[in-house]
């Protein structure tokens, strides 16, 4: 979220009518129409466990991607 609020080339920094900073709710808000939603991550950090964050897998866009992005990868 931090990288994206970030990049001042875009429009996240400055968003919607308050144009404040993107946030989490927002985002999830928008990425819900195309079937993309947070989940909880496993991260492996070499302990038995892992950790876990909040976040989105790669994989949750690629049906998305493939309908309405030409050709080129995003990633």
């Known amino acids: 979220m931090a990288y994206l609020v970030s990049r001042e080339d875009r429009p996240w920094p400055e968003w919607g009518k308050t144009r404040k900073p993107l946030t989490k709710v927002q985002l999830a808000r928008m990425l ?24 989105y897998l790669k994989s949750a866009f690629e049906d998305a991607f493939a309908r309405y992005l030409s050709g080129a990868s995003p990633f």
């Open 32 to 55: 819900k129409p195309y079937g993309i939603s947070p989940g909880t991550i496993r991260l492996d950090d070499g302990t038995a466990k892992g950790t876990t964050a909040k976040g």
